[in-house]
């Protein structure tokens, strides 16, 4: 399995970014697609994770309400952020797991990250 992030850039505050995460191989349909971020100096952080059949979202309490993911296609995973605060910028990784899960080493694949910098 591989994973390609990409989608990130600088927003000003209060702006949007679609990050999308494009997969190759084989996934099993039952497993679950998330995007986890991290910043320097801190673990990396649960945001949004959905299963791989597009459905039974789950967000962390700080995405809830801005950041909505789907399941754009057979192979891309899109996290839609909106509303964008500077406490947001981080690298954004998105990963590949059996099951829900807020904890990043229960996800077994994941792709390179893509940096989303909020910034007036």
């Known amino acids: 399995v591989q994973l390609q992030a990409s989608g990130g850039g600088l927003v000003q505050p209060g702006g949007s970014l679609r990050l999308s995460c494009t997969s190759s191989g084989r996934i099993f349909s039952s497993s679950i697609m998330a995007w986890f971020r991290q910043t320097a100096g801190k673990e990396r952080e649960f945001v949004a994770a959905i299963r791989w059949t597009g459905n039974t979202p789950l967000y962390a309490d700080s995405s809830k309400g801005r950041f909505t993911i789907s399941r754009d296609n057979s192979k891309t995973t899109v996290l839609q952020m909106d509303s964008l605060k500077p406490e947001d910028t981080a690298i954004y990784y998105c990963?590949?797991?059996?099951?829900?899960?807020?904890?990043?080493?229960?996800?077994?694949?994941w792709g390179q990250g893509t940096l989303v910098t909020v910034s007036s």
């Open positions: 990963a590949n797991g059996p099951r829900h899960s807020y904890q990043p080493v229960n996800y077994n694949y």
